[in-house]
């Protein structure tokens, strides 16, 4: 029996911030980073290569957590600076013709209607085409910006985004499909008995609804999530229609993710078939194996030639300087992170500077290669995975990086009946349900 194809996204690692500035290949633009133009070029490979969406990752804080200073994170532009990626949805779409767009947006820095109504607005203009990447915000350094102290602790914050994700969905939903009458004669634009309040009162929002605009034309936009944590898992079974992983770094710990998700959610009265969880790969892809593998050996060593960097971003993750451990001594496992308890668990027990030498591998799977290898690869861990694709990324990538994979990786994949060859639907959710 042919192996049924899977589904490819692209991580924005890092958002809509700087990103080849530092590369082999950085492009004639360097100091116009805050243009979409590299987004551009990236998007058209993308819907050329038929991928089904890309999310556009986000925060909104200049970090501070390591050695207690921003320095860092701002002499290597890791975290920081960050557009707003709502704003990068439209240049998008005018470049593209399928491509699903799913910028994030956090629960903690935006009211349920503000999120409403801006997600509607954008899936009315892209004809169906908007996801949501749904985030609680864990540095506590945006939470300040926003008029806090400090973010609700951990579980907590998935009690508010349970219920500003059901407010959300009922805004989305409060005008009925066929509310919009467009009567000339009769001078009726819409039957106002289909058109109907909300009013909801929780524990953390009150909102009267309706959302003042029709129904967007998915209704509820898919809904994308990336919590590995116990409670997030739980919420993503609940919500997610794909879910971002790494899935633990080893084909048996993927299968087991996928597994606990399809579990949880049928338990919740869902169709597991109906949650897309993409798994994180980096591949590094050439003409023969040697060179992709010295490229990855140059990935490596900068790695390790910047492993402040890299502490940087340990801290920002997890809200701990890792500036105070020796880097040759095994993390405590007394560590707490009320941030992201999934990475901090990954790291217990290892020493700093193999957790940065880890870095260079990307979340554990090693994707490097001819195309015709690593093709092979991921043939095979979908096979014993038993779905649902990947989720590439690469953070500080660059134009030979769009073509390698999107012209190079992909085509090799669609050789092998693994990637679609053309879409079969207009609207995300349609693509994402096709298989």
Known sequence: M???????????SQGYGPKSWRSAWPGSDVARWMMPDLFLDLARGMDRACFDYMIIEDSSNVPYTYKGSHDTYLKYAASAPKLDPAVLVPYLAQATTHLGLVPTLSVSEYPPYLLARLVNTLDHTTEGRMGWNCVTGSNDGAAQN????????????????????????RLWEAWE??????????????????????????????????????????????ICQAGGSPRGQEFASRWADTIITEGG???????????GVRTRASALGRNPDDIKVLFLAHPIVDLTMDAARERQRQEQATAEE????????????????????????????TLTTNGHQSSLAKWIGKTPRAIVQSYARKGGIDFTGTADHVAG?????????????????NTYFDRRYVMEICDGLVPELQRRGLARKAYAHKQLRDNLLEF
């Open 249 to 259: 770094g080893s084909v048996a710990s993927m299968k087991a993710y996928r597994e």
């Open 177 to 222: 499909p066929d509310a919009v009458v467009l009567d000339r004669e009769n001078h009726l634009f819409a039957d106002g008995s289909k058109v109907h309040p909300v009013n909801h009162e929780g524990k953390y929002f009150k909102c009267r609804g309706p959302l003042n605009a029709p129904r967007s034309p998915q209704g509820r936009v898919p």
């Open 2 to 12: 042919a192996q049924r194809p899977f589904h490819l996204a692209w991580f924005l």
């Open 377 to 393: 690869m991921m043939q095979d861990i979908m096979e014993e995975v038993g779905g649902d694709g990947f989720l590439i990324f």
């Open 146 to 169: 926003y008029g806090r102290d400090k973010h609700y602790p951990h579980d907590e914050r998935y009690d508010v985004a349970d219920e500003f994700t059901d407010l959300v969905t």
């Open 306 to 333: 910047h492993i402040d960097m890299q502490l940087s971003s340990m801290s920002r993750l997890t809200g701990i300087d890792f500036a105070q451990f020796d880097l040759d001594t095994p993390l405590p496992d």
